[in-house]
């Protein structure tokens, strides 16, 4: 499975932005789609995942101000971020991980990523 990320990129405090991931591959072999992300000098840490019957977990930093939605036809998943804060700021990765791989919140290992895509908040 590869893994493309875009949509990153400079917005100001308050603004939105729309990553998306367009995924290629043994696509139907994957169960879990995530994205992550990673603040320079800090652990990588979990944004948003949905699993392919559609549940969704959010990581406490972005709840209630992002969306994690998958478009099975196009094997795209796309994450709306809202109200983002300067803290936002990291390169964001989009990872997936198959069927028959136990995936928990604290987990950071996944069966493939993205190169990732940045996204700088400005004050």
């Known amino acids: 499975v590869q893994l493309q990320a875009s949509g990153g990129g400079l917005v100001q405090a308050g603004g939105s932005l729309k990553l998306a991931c367009v995924a290629s591959?043994?696509?139907?072999?994957?169960?879990?789609w995530g994205w992550y992300r990673q603040a320079p000098g800090k652990q990588r840490e979990l944004v948003a995942v949905?699993?392919?019957?559609?549940?969704?977990v959010y990581g406490d930093s972005v709840k209630g101000r992002s969306t994690i939605s998958k478009d099975k036809d196009k094997n795209t998943v796309n994450l709306q971020l809202n109200s983002l804060k300067p803290e936002d700021t990291a390169v964001y990765y989009c990872?997936?991980?198959?069927?028959?791989?136990?995936?928990?919140?604290?987990?950071?290992?996944?069966?493939?990523w993205g190169e990732g895509t940045q996204v700088t908040v400005l004050q």
């Open positions: 990872a997936a991980l198959n069927f028959g791989g136990a995936w928990y919140p604290t987990r950071r290992e996944m069966d493939y």
């Open positions: 591959g043994s696509v139907p072999n994957i169960n879990i």
């Open positions: 949905i699993s392919s019957s559609g549940n969704t």
